[in-house]
T-cell receptor, first 117, second 113 residues
Framework: NAGVMQNPRHLVRRRGQEARLRCSPM?????VYWYRQLPEEGLKFMVY????????ESGMPKERFSAEFPKEGPSILRIQQVVRGDSAAYFCASSPPGQTANTGELFFGEGSRLTVL | GENVEQHPSTLSVQEGDSAVIKCTYS??????FPWYKQELGKRPQLIIDIRSNVGEKKDQRIAVTLNKTAKHFSLHITETQPEDSAVYFC????????????FGTGTKLQVIP
């Protein structure tokens, strides 16, 4: 099992460009979470998705950010018109189906580090 | 929503000493409390967790305690080693149909050889 795969690991964008971050969950996992980590800070919840559904996007900024998890292919976090404040590490995590708040572990990817010039 | 506070933000200990990190949470519905370790430039990884029906759990040199009445939980690392140096995050998970995990702000632990 290859684990949670994120790409790109590093991404540099100029202000106003778009950033697309991809996440392939662990095999057999159908739940995907995106977290943002600013330098020297903790992990902030952004969005929780299941296949073809956004379950909770309460942590997503209202503008410029969107996420999807299509039936086929990886989950994608898209940031339009990036600004310097978007520079951060974006971590994806996955968990298996049927997991509830009382059951267990989130499996994290290595993260995608976005730098906005 | 849930709010998790974590202290201290940085902690330096001599090798062999113990380290204690404390967290509080706000939502009484939370019932799962994991701890993650993140080494520099790496992914967070689960090191220990505790559920609300348990007051204490131990795994070799690490232990976690939970006080549901006071809404606080702690991580204890004994006989610290240089490889324990990392950032540690506590978290609380919301009781619901899915696992929404809220993390603390992290504690940077430095073990001095």
């Amino acid at each position: 099992n290859a684990g949670v795969m994120q790409n790109p690991r590093h991404l540099v964008r100029r202000r106003g460009q778009e950033a697309r971050l991809r996440c392939s969950p662990m095999k057999g996992h159908s739940h995907v979470y995106w977290y943002r980590q600013l330098p020297e800070e903790g992990l902030k919840f952004m969005v929780y998705l299941q296949k073809e559904n956004i379950i909770d996007e309460s942590g997503m900024p209202k503008e410029r950010f969107s996420a999807e998890f299509p039936k086929e292919g990886p989950s994608i976090l898209r940031i339009q018109q990036v600004v310097r404040g978007d520079s951060a590490a974006y971590f994806c995590a996955s968990s298996p189906p049927g997991q509830t708040a009382n059951t267990g572990e989130l499996f994290f990817g290595e993260g995608s580090r976005l730098t906005v010039l | 929503g849930e709010n998790v506070e974590q202290h201290p933000s940085t902690l330096s200990v001599q090798e062999g000493d113990s380290a204690v990190i404390k967290c509080t949470y706000s939502d009484s519905a939370s019932n799962y409390f994991p701890w993650y370790k993140q080494e520099l430039g790496k992914r967070p990884q689960l090191i220990i967790d505790i559920r609300s029906n348990v007051g204490e759990k131990k795994d070799q040199r690490i232990a976690v305690t939970l006080n549901k009445t006071a809404k606080h939980f702690s991580l204890h690392i004994t006989e610290t080693q240089p490889e324990d140096s990392a950032v540690y995050f506590c978290a609380a998970s919301w009781r619901g149909g899915y696992q929404k995990v809220t993390f603390g702000t992290g504690t940077k632990l430095q073990v001095i050889p």
